[in-house]
C-alpha cells in the first residue's frame, strides 16, 4: 500500500545549489518573508540581484523549487586593517522543508568555498559571523552544534520592530 508515502519527505533532500540574480530575486524576497520576523528592504534585494556570487549567495532548489536561500557578504572587521570576516545576512528554508539538511548544506556550500580560496581570493578572511536574536535557541543550537559557531556578545536593541530586539555574535574563527 503505497497511498500515503507520497506526502511523507524523509531524510535529507537531494538539491541544487542555483544563483541569485535579477531574474529571481523576487524568490528571495517571497523565502525572506516566510521565514523571518524581519522586513528586508528593497536596497538589500538589488544588492543581491547584482552580486552575482553563487559562492556566497545561493538558492537551494529541490526538485526545481526555491525551498531556502542563503546570502552572505565579505566585510571589514572593524579594528583589523586589512582583515574581512563572512557575515551571514540571511539563511532560510521555508518551514515545510526543515530538518531535511537544506540549512546545512547552504552553510558547508559556502564554508566550502571559503576553506577553498583561504590562500586565493578570500586570503584576507579570518572568520565568519552573524546576528541571532536572543529567544531564537534553535538558530543558536544549529549554528553551535552543527558549526562550532561560539556565541559572542549580547548585542541589545539591534532589533528595532520585534520582540526580544536584543541579539547575540555567532562566530567561527577560520584561521
Known amino acids: 500500500n503505497n497511498n500515503n508515502n507520497n506526502n511523507i519527505i524523509m531524510g535529507t533532500l537531494s538539491i541544487d545549489f542555483g544563483m541569485i540574480n535579477a531574474d529571481n530575486v523576487e524568490q528571495l524576497k517571497k523565502i525572506n518573508q516566510a521565514c523571518f520576523p524581519v522586513t528586508y528592504n528593497a536596497s538589500f534585494y538589488e544588492d543581491m540581484a547584482k552580486k552575482h556570487d553563487e559562492n556566497l549567495c545561493k538558492f537551494a532548489y529541490w526538485n ?15 579594528d583589523c586593517p586589512g582583515r574581512h570576516r ?10 515545510a522543508y526543515r530538518n531535511h539538511g537544506i540549512g546545512s548544506k ?7 568555498h ?5 590562500d586565493g ?4 578572511v579570518d ?12 538558530a543558536m543550537k544549529f549554528y553551535g ?3 562550532g559557531f561560539e556565541r559572542g ?3 541589545e536593541n539591534y532589533y528595532k520592530r520585534i520582540d526580544p530586539p536584543h541579539c547575540y555574535i555567532l562566530r567561527k574563527k577560520l584561521r
Open 106 to 112: 547552504l552553510v558547508s556550500s559556502v564554508l566550502d
Open 114 to 118: 571559503i576553506a577553498s580560496q583561504r
Open 64 to 78: 526545481g523549487f526555491a525551498v531556502g536561500a542563503i546570502c552572505t557578504r565579505v566585510e571589514a572587521i572593524p
Open 145 to 147: 552544534e552543527k558549526f
Open 153 to 155: 556578545e549580547l548585542v
Open 127 to 138: 572568520e565568519i559571523m552573524l546576528h541571532v536574536q536572543t529567544s531564537n535557541e534553535d
Open 86 to 95: 563572512i557575515y551571514i545576512m540571511t539563511l532560510g528554508v521555508l518551514a
Open 121 to 124: 581570493q578570500l586570503y584576507t
